[in-house]
Every structure is written in structure tokens, then in C-alpha cells.
């Protein structure tokens, strides 16, 4: 293990892996924190037993030192928490970084809203997380904040004196300078970005995309461009750049996947759905993750191939989020009225063509899904990963799976040789990669399956942990 390794790591991250509310007779409960942040920074933070900060999913008024009393005995980590006031909550989480950020650098400008009083508790509730982290680092820490909510920290951290290495990740995508201009407070995003001493993105386009901003606004900061990192260079200041594609603990994803309660579970759920291929999509609802689109490609396949009907099953898992912010809510009301309609026109008694879950499953369910599926539909107009595709692949034990993926998923740089790749927007070109995989022999399948699992193995979270520390 290298000096950076061995240093406590402490994460600062919107979510925790844990989220505290009531329950319906309004008593205070813990449950587990959702998407793919919570998925990747899990594992790490129990190997290195460092520190998690962030929102605790409530305010002040809950019993936090009572509720999280024996967690780090537990999980072998600790968290401090930065509790959030409602409107704190509406302004900073859902306004600014959900109805701005999220949708500009997924490139839906659509969605955007741009509203002063959102920035504003978005500047404030990010110099509240640095105090906050500011007052439990150690000398030997190193300070790793994540993702698009908290931009900003490293800045405030620099005024603070904090003389610790500072990281930041961004988990989604990075969008092109034309879309990134749009946005009325850039320049200062820009220089929050500019305030850490490594930036890391998933991609290398996401990578590109930065520089390329970085040189429009900035054109007197020079840039050495390496393969693995490039270095921006300013007034004595020097920022490292790099692209390091995140990744799930693959083989805890295996292991449980070869279970007997997941074998047992996967066999139940296509026993329940007799001889027919299952075709699974799981997703937060997320108008990023082109779900409706999906759907429609589906319908697509029953019109133009009828004699797949009653062969075949769409199984879409949906776990609920944002729930308060509209566009997530109009999505959700999008969703039943579509699955509805294509089942009222095509099914037949003992054949639903979509089955539609909207709830999360437990991990051996999840798995026990994964595992069923012989085609995997995994089609976000754009995504920074996508570790759903990843987790399928090590999840698909016996081999036979067949991943269709978005080209504009973070994941297809690494998995796009050996997945079917689609583009989203296109219904037929989608429907049409649905039919193949389908038809698809055994041979090919179990050869995409092992290049595709040996990829996911290979670059596993613990590898992405190794690589970004090591740059910084
Ligand atoms: P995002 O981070 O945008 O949510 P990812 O695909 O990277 O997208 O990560 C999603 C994470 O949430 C995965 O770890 C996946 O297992 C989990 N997840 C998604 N849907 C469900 C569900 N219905 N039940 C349980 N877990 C889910
Ligand atoms: C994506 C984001 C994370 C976020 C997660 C779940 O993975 O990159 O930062 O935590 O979605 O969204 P939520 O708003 O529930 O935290």
C-alpha cells in the first residue's frame, strides 16, 4: 500500500448510505440510501475505515446520536452528518443541483430551471459542509468530495487554511462548453471545480469536455495533457485532471449472485413467467434514464415481430426518487399510463408484456433479477456510468446474458465492445437490438457474457479507489 493509501479517507458526499425519516405511525427509522454513489463509495469506505459526511436525509430535530449509535462498531466506518432544513432541502438539493445542475450536464436543457434564491442556499448549504468537514479533519486525512451537489467546498475549504489534499469527483456526466455556458453562475462552478487538487470525471469525453471549458474561459491557464491525467497550470496553481471510470465491488456482487437464496429466487421468478425470455430494466425514475423511451422500443418489437408475442417479457424495475421535484413526478404519471396502454393492447390472458415495479428490492431480489434475465435493457439518453449494466454482468453467473446498452451511458466506453450498443432516441435501431438479442446463440452470448464480466472484474471499485488516489 503507497503513503496516499494508508492516509484516513475522509468522503463528503451529498447522501449517506443511510437516510433518516419517519415511518407511517411517525416514528423516527433508518433506511438505506439510494443510486449508484451510495453503491460505489460503500465498499471503499469500509475497506480504507475512514469517515463518510453528509446530509442525513433530515433536519435537525431528528435523534441522530441515539439512531446512529454502534454504526461504525457495524460497518466499520463513522459518519458526521450535515442535517438540512426544509427549505434548505427544496433550494439547495431539489432546486439548484436538481432542476439545474443534473439537467444541464446530462444535456437536457430542457429541464433546467435557473433561479437566484436556489444558488444562493446552494453557495450556503456548500460552505456549510466544508465548515462541518473543516472541524473533523485530522492532520493525516485526505479529503475526497463528491459529486455535482457540492462543487463549491474546495473553495470555502482554501479560505478555511485546511492543508489537506483535496479530491473531487464528479458522478455524472461533464457537459460540452456549449451547454456549460448556459448556465448563469459558471464561472463560479468553474472556479470551485479549479479549487481541488485533482478533479477526476468518468470519461474521457467528460475529461475532454472540462479542458475544453477550462480553455474558453480561462485562456491564460495552460494545460499538459498526459494520457491518464492532464495538468492545468495558473498563477503558481496547478490542478490534475483525469478520467477514471467507477466501478461496483464485483466480486461481493458474484458471490452473491451464486447463493443458493438468489438461485433459488431467480428460478422462482421465471417459473413465474414460464418459458419466456425476460427482458429487465432497473432504474431510479429518472428522466435521464430514458425509460419511456424504452418502453416505446419495446411496443416497437411486439408490432413489427408478432411472433415474439408470449415469448417474451418486459420486466421494468423502478425505485422512486426526487419524488418531490415535478419533472420526477411527471415522469411517474408518463410511466404508468404508458405500461397500461401497451398491455391493454397487447396482452392475452396468461401474458403480460410489461411488468412494472416501482419500489426498491432488497440486494438478493435485485440479484435473484439479474440472474433471471436473459436480456438486460439498459438505455439512458445519457448517463456519467450506469452501474446497473455493470452489476448485471457480475450478477450473470451462468453466462447467458445479453446486455443491450446506451451509447451514451459512461459505461459503454469500457463495455461497448461486447454489449449490443443502441442509441435511445432510436426506437426501431433499439427494437431491433432487442430482436437480435433474442435471437441470439448460445456461443455468442457466454462469449460477450465472459468478456463483458472479465472487463467488470478487471476494473473493479477497489481499482478505481487505487488509481484515483494514486493521481492525486
Ligand atoms: P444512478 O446513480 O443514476 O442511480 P446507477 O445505475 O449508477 O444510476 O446506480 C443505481 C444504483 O441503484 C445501483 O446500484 C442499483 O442496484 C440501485 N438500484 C436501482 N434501482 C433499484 C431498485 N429498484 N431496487 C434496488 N436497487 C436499485
Ligand atoms: C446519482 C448521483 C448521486 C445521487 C444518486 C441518487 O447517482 O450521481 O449523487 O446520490 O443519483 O440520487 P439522490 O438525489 O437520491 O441522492
Not at 446530462?106 to 460552505?127: A, I, M, S
Not at 474558453?216 to 494545460?223: G, Q, R, V
Not at 462469449?447 to 464480466?453: E, K, Q, V, W
Request: net charge neutral.
Amino acid at each position: 500500500m503507497s503513503e496516499k493509501q494508508q492516509r484516513r479517507l475522509i468522503a463528503v458526499s451529498n447522501r449517506l448510505p443511510i437516510a433518516v425519516d419517519r415511518d407511517d405511525q411517525g416514528q423516527w427509522q433508518l433506511t438505506a440510501g439510494a443510486g449508484g454513489l451510495v453503491t460505489a463509495l460503500a465498499p471503499v469506505l469500509k475497506h480504507h475505515q475512514g469517515m463518510w459526511i453528509g446530509w442525513p436525509g433530515c433536519g435537525e430535530e431528528a435523534p441522530l446520536d441515539s439512531l446512529l449509535e454502534g454504526f461504525a462498531d457495524k460497518q466499520g466506518y463513522s459518519l458526521a452528518t450535515v442535517p438540512l432544513s426544509q427549505e434548505e432541502v427544496r433550494e439547495y438539493y431539489e432546486g439548484f443541483s436538481n432542476m439545474t445542475l443534473w439537467p444541464l450536464f446530462h444535456d437536457l436543457l430542457g429541464h433546467c430551471q435557473f433561479n437566484p434564491d436556489h444558488w444562493r442556499t446552494y453557495v450556503e448549504v456548500n460552505r456549510r459542509f466544508a465548515d462541518v468537514t473543516a472541524g473533523t479533519v485530522g492532520d493525516n486525512d485526505l479529503i475526497w468530495v463528491q459529486d455535482y451537489q457540492l462543487t463549491l467546498m474546495g473553495v470555502r475549504l482554501r479560505e478555511l487554511k485546511v492543508k489537506n489534499p483535496l479530491a473531487f469527483f464528479l458522478h455524472i456526466p461533464f457537459p460540452a462548453p456549449d451547454m456549460f455556458r448556459r448556465l448563469p453562475w459558471k464561472n463560479e462552478i468553474m472556479q470551485g471545480l479549479l479549487s481541488y487538487d485533482l478533479v477526476g470525471f468518468q470519461t474521457l469525453r467528460d475529461r475532454r469536455n472540462f479542458v475544453q471549458c477550462v480553455r474558453e474561459m480561462i485562456p491564460n491557464m495552460k494545460a499538459d495533457i498526459r494520457r491518464r491525467t492532464s495538468t492545468l497550470h495558473e498563477d503558481g496553481r496547478s490542478v490534475k485532471v483525469g478520467h477514471f471510470p467507477i466501478s461496483i465491488d464485483f466480486n461481493e456482487f458474484n458471490r452473491q449472485a451464486r447463493s443458493k437464496e438468489v438461485a433459488d429466487a431467480a428460478w422462482y421468478l421465471h417459473e413465474k413467467l414460464s418459458r419466456r425470455q425476460l427482458v429487465l430494466g432497473v432504474d431510479r425514475l429518472d428522466y435521464t434514464k430514458g425509460i419511456p423511451e424504452r418502453i416505446l422500443a419495446f411496443e416497437r418489437l411486439l408490432e413489427k415481430y408478432p411472433e415474439l408475442h408470449r415469448n417474451i417479457t418486459l420486466l421494468q424495475v423502478v425505485v422512486p426518487s426526487r419524488t418531490q421535484v415535478p419533472e420526477y413526478q411527471k415522469l411517474k404519471e408518463e410511466l404508468d399510463q404508458l405500461a397500461g396502454r401497451i398491455n391493454a393492447q397487447y396482452g392475452e390472458p396468461g401474458w403480460v408484456p410489461i411488468h412494472y415495479i416501482f419500489r426498491s428490492l432488497p440486494r438478493e431480489q435485485l440479484l435473484a433479477h439479474y440472474r433471471a434475465a436473459e436480456i438486460a435493457l439498459i438505455t439512458p439518453l445519457r448517463d456519467g456510468m450506469n452501474l446497473v449494466a455493470k452489476e448485471y454482468c457480475a450478477a450473470s453467473v451462468d453466462g447467458n446474458g445479453v446486455l443491450i446498452l446506451s451509447e451514451f451511458a459512461g459505461a459503454a466506453e469500457q463495455l461497448g465492445r461486447a454489449a449490443l450498443l443502441v442509441n435511445p432516441y432510436d426506437i426501431d435501431g433499439t427494437a431491433d437490438a432487442i430482436h437480435r438479442a433474442y435471437h441470439m446463440g448460445a456461443e455468442e452470448r457466454r462469449d460477450r457474457m465472459r468478456r463483458l464480466r472479465a472487463s467488470v472484474q478487471r476494473n473493479n471499485v477497489h481499482r478505481w479507489v487505487r488509481h484515483f488516489i494514486d493521481s492525486l
